[in-house]
């Protein structure tokens, strides 16, 4: 497999701080490499020996992050791009604490969308009718995978979100999660040239929404995968979808698209399961995520609380002994 200079420099600036220290023993395991695949190899190792399990952090108090549960929390980030929490108790937990939550772990942009309040937290629910109830997000149907505000333009971009749940469904409602670098990883092995076809800033089209002859948001063209010039970080733009959206035509983008699709539909061993309950939260890198279809009942209406940001976890201030502590599944 010859990797051209394009496609080293693109996997070397995705690799995050934490792993990039590039040691005798690599270069002992991957003889013949040069140090950027060296580096490279060494990344990929660590994310896919890394047990596909989130350790839930337990929050003692609403609204205030001690200093160890907000490490905890950066810290499980810095492995899988999100991590799960919970609250000492659901009752009384507002969208006000939700919102001093993400101050304290550092994110600072938040997104303003139509349907978000005063605090730019989103309830979602079902809802029957007005406008919203036209989005699939309102309602109780099943939503495909995809990253938040795909169709936003770059300076809305959304790097993080984070997801509380106030009530489950009665049944249904499950999410499926999945660290885009993974799914990096996954079609890099594949092919590094499907990489660059999923890079190029015009791979997905949003087109532009008139509505009675007034521009309402003009077209949008962005990359699948991108490197952010501020952190270095790898950013994925996604969407199941098949209406309102247009793929790049040329055969490696269709078949580095078909690729993914297949990870995503073939219950990949990346996967997360999650569920969740009254009081419990996720916040992510704005990681790959779908919702299966739920039903409510008059006792169990789903309501979550949703927060999009701007900016991303910043997992580089996290303690340098707490990475050191980064458990390690056995290789399979
Ligand atoms: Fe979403």
Known sequence: M???????????????QRQQATSQTDIMKFPGKN???????????????????????????????????K????????????????????????ADHLK??????????????????????????????????????????AMGWHTDGYYNSADKTIRAFILYCQQDAATGGTNQLLDPELAY?????HNPDYID???QPDTLTIPATIENGRLIRPEQKSPVFSIEPDTGMLHMRY????????????????DALALLRDLLDNDSDSILNIRLNPGEGLISNNVLHNRSAFSDSEKKKR????????????TWLIDADRQMETPHAEPQ
């Open 2 to 16: 010859v990797h051209n200079d394009t496609s080293q420099r693109k996997v070397l600036i995705c690799m995050n």
């Open 35 to 69: 140090s950027i695949e060296r580096e490279y190899l060494a990344w990929r190792e660590f994310k896919l020996n890394l047990p596909v399990t989130l350790q839930t952090v337990k929050l003692q108090k609403h609204g205030t992050l001690t200093d160890d549960e």
């Open 71 to 94: 490490q905890n929390i950066l810290h499980q980030a810095s492995l899988h791009n999100m991590a799960v929490f919970s609250v000492w108790s659901a009752d009384g937990f507002t």
């Open 100 to 141: 001093a939550l993400g101050q304290q772990l550092g994110l600072q942009k938040p997104d303003n969308n139509l349907y978000a309040d005063e605090n730019d937290i989103s309830e979602i629910r079902v809802i029957d009718r007005g406008r919203r109830g036209e989005y699939i997000p309102y309602t109780n149907r």
């Open 185 to 189: 990883i996954h079609i890099y092995d």
């Open 197 to 199: 076809a999923l890079m």
């Open 239 to 254: 969407t199941r979808r098949k209406t309102y959206i247009q793929w790049k035509e040329d055969r490696l983008t269709r």
């Open 303 to 314: 309501v979550m609380f949703r927060a999009r940001y701007h900016d991303r976890l910043p």
